[in-house]
């Protein structure tokens, strides 16, 4: 695992979870070590609630240690992030009750007004977050939308620098074709299917496991119908100005 994925990319910091879940998120971390403080206080020890949290530790074990670190690796584990930080949340409010014995009654209440505060603080930070999503990086899918109204049959829509911006094949009409040209990028590129029954799972001996460029991927400039790129008043040898051509 770690010489396949050091051929693409290393980072030796971790995820930032907090854009996703903003404060949920080390919540969600503090979950196994505020659990078992509050089973031991209470000198109650009970396995099922480690059970339920083991799945994202053990997750996020493995997604630290890789060298390579994208924030997609951790979505099998996002309703296990919320559990935990939900897990945390009952225990606050729990606490009260042990915590605080004859008053428990006046901070049991000011302990569900502060979750509730809780809550609605981050309600208002996901939604910005998604306010933030939609605002500014909503380009290609509006750009796709246009794409995907190409009336010519067989047209070829080709790709430079923006590869990694093209969200899949079904954002380009049926009858149509995805291609790559030659740009900056040296790495593998993503491969056609085979246009057979068992196109869909068949092996391609021109793939690599060590993120090798593959030049069959490519085709010839003349022969794109259209071009999607992004100019930002940059230009290489591979990669020219193709609107002012």
Known sequence: LRKHQAVVSTQSTGYNG????????PLALLALPIYAAFT???????????????PMYTWFAIMFLAPHKE????????????LAAAIVLYIIWKSTAFCFGYFYKH?????????????ILYICLSIAR??????????PMILYKDVYRIPEEGAVVCLGKEWHRFPSSFFVPEGAQARFIKSGFTGQLPQRYYENVNGTYAYRRDQNDGN?????????????????????????????????K
């Open 18 to 25: 907090f854009l996703n879940f903003n404060f949920a998120f």
């Open 40 to 54: 031991m206080l209470k000198g109650e020890i009970r396995g099922r609630v480690g059970y339920l949290l083991a």
């Open 71 to 82: 924030e997609r690796f951790l979505f099998p584990v996002y309703p296990f992030i919320s």
């Open 107 to 119: 901070m049991k209440e000011a302990s569900i007004v502060n979750i509730s505060g809780f809550f």
């Open 130 to 139: 998604v306010t933030a999503l939609e605002s500014y990086y909503r380009a």
């Open 212 to 244: 090798r460029e593959e030049p069959s991927v490519y085709v010839n400039i003349k022969q794109c119908d259209y071009l999607v790129d992004l100019d930002v008043g940059l230009e290489g040898p591979l990669e020219p100005r193709y609107n002012t």
